[in-house]
């Protein structure tokens, strides 16, 4: 039997107002911790409310455009502070919601309030440049102007800092928005969408439409008045949504998959690269597009390596993220965690051996929750499935590596390049690797995971369109340049 915890139903967000779905058509939303549990209802919705709320935010884009880039920056300063005031309440549905740990979700949750006042003050600062013309006469210079309507297809492993580091930059640069977010976390982005609300922003400038991704999502990628698309998931789902977009003109931005190496060097601080290599590969139950995968490790310290790796891996506490004390919750849905499962299967089947973990985790009060053991491999070859495609799980592929050489050539043979770390202390290993390796997170004694706001932020090969997020890095994307050349 299902429980609603909240019993509560989130509506879209249309036009400054909360509106259901036509027909009142619903999706729940399940609690990876207790399966029989609704952490509420999300509108699923038709092509008619896109429709409606493209109509809103294309309305709204001139006079939002219009204002001051000091003034939009008001708004998203009221939108922080409305999420700083309900920072434990977020976090806490977040946990419910897709599984992370309260710890974690209040970290990302004041990430992004630290995001939202970032991109507020970035309404102060240059959009242009003046360049000297030939003409002695003249005055040329650039100028920044928005897309326009911004469709938002966010995912749900970072349902509320995703949302805000692709929703504040398009607002702060003068765009309306449409947001879509995953199903899976739709009731969090419905509660930072509140706070949006609270911040009193004009009637249109943002909107939000739950529903499937085939309807809205690619709705979204159809839509002739959206005039830029941001994505973050699959690279399946990605690559269309760039197709789409390519195929009609729209402007599109994609962040895809990972699969992540680390290289543990035969010098390298053994103890910093263990806790490192942990917590780039299991922590949010290695559900991060930056996670760490593939742990390549010299021959020389391989076996001591193993056993304080696994010595550590057999003490992290799997459980509800609310508990104190847990360390990793379940998989986020069931798709997820079957996704998972599978893969473990297949790393067992194509040879792989299992060092640790590799079940499903069914103790006394976790029996109804998506719970996979961390899990650990290793003799992995980097043909097998395991090495070469993305998890998205708690599991972890160790490959013995004869030389630094042999780790770097082998750390490229992936066709993702999003995140790569290193742990030495050879200055030569370390310039090698930031030139040799293949990615756009390049990290030096220090885990694949860890993205900071304020720099940019996107993947190499097919983890990424090639442009890049966050940071001033964004303004490339939700902006357009115009060269201007003035002749009194
Ligand atoms: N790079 C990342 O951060 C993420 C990667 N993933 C990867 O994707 C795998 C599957 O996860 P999913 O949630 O199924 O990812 P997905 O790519 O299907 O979903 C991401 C977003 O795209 C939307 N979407 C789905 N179909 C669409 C379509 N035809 N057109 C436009 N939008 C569409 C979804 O509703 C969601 O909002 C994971 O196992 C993981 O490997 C998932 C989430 C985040
Ligand atoms: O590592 C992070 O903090 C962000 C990762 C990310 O963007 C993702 O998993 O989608």
């Known amino acids: 039997m299902k429980t609603q915890t909240e019993a509560i139903t989130y509506s879209n967000y249309i036009n400054g107002e909360w509106i259901s779905a036509d027909g009142n058509s619903l999706e729940p939303s399940v609690n990876p911790a207790n399966k029989n549990e609704v952490v509420g209802y999300v509108q699923l919705s038709s092509r008619a409310e896109l429709d409606a709320a493209v109509s809103a935010a294309k309305a709204a884009k001139t006079e939002w455009r219009k204002l001051s880039g000091a003034a939009r920056g008001e708004f998203l300063y009221k939108a922080a502070n409305m999420l700083e005031s309900r920072l434990d309440e977020i976090a806490e549905t977040m946990t419910k919601e897709m599984g992370k740990t309260l710890p974690e979700a209040k ?16 309404g102060m600062r240059k959009v242009g440049d003046v360049i000297p013309s030939t003409d002695q006469e003249a005055l040329m210079f650039t100028t920044r102007t928005p897309l326009g309507v911004v469709g938002v297809i966010s995912p749900w492993n970072f349902p509320v800092a995703i949302p805000i580091w692709k929703m504040a930059p398009a607002l702060i640069y003068g765009n309306t928005v449409v947001l879509k977010p995953a199903t899976e976390a739709a009731v969090t982005a419905a509660k930072v969408i509140e706070c949006f609300d609270a911040a009193g922003f004009p009637a249109g400038v943002v909107n939000m439409v739950t529903g499937s991704g085939s309807i809205i999502g690619q ?10 698309i941001t994505f973050t998931g699959s690279n399946e789902v990605g690559k269309r949504v760039g197709q789409g977009a390519f195929a009609r003109g ?56 193993k056993d304080k790796l696994l010595s550590k891996v057999r003490e992290l506490k799997v459980g509800h993220g609310l508990d104190a004390g847990t360390w990793m919750g379940p998989c986020a849905s069931e798709n997820q965690y079957k996704t998972v499962l599978s893969y473990i299967d297949k790393g067992l089947a194509e040879g792989a051996d299992l060092l640790f973990g590799g079940k499903k985790v069914t103790s006394e009060g976790l029996e109804n929750g998506f719970y996979v053991e961390p899990t650990v491999f290793e003799n992995v070859d980097i043909k097998m499935t395991i090495a070469r495609e993305e998890i998205f799980g708690p599991v972890l592929a160790l490959i013995k590596v004869e030389s630094f050489e042999e780790a770097i050539e082998l750390a490229n043979d992936t066709e993702f390049g999003l995140s790569a770390s290193i742990y030495t202390k050879d200055i030569g290993k370390i310039l090698a690797f930031i030139n040799d390796i293949d990615a756009g997170l390049v990290r030096v004694n220090a885990e694949t995971a860890g993205v900071e706001l304020q720099a940019p932020f996107g993947g190499m090969k097919q983890s990424s369109s090639h442009s890049r997020e966050q940071g001033q890095a964004a303004i490339e994307f939700f902006t357009s340049i115009k060269t201007v050349f003035v002749k009194a």
């Open 219 to 228: 709705g979204i990628v159809d839509h002739p008045d959206i005039n830029g």
């Open 107 to 122: 970290g990302e949750t004041a990430r992004g309030i630290a995001i939202l006042r970032y991109y507020a003050g970035e």
């Open 250 to 305: 729209a402007k599109y931005q994609l962040e895809m998959g990972g699969k992540n190496p680390v290289i543990i060097a035969s010098d390298a601080d053994l103890d910093l690269a263990v806790e490192g290599t942990i917590s780039g590969g299991l922590r949010s139950t290695g559900q991060k597009c930056t996670a760490t995968s593939r742990v390549f490790v010299a021959v020389e310290v391989y076996d001591t390596f």
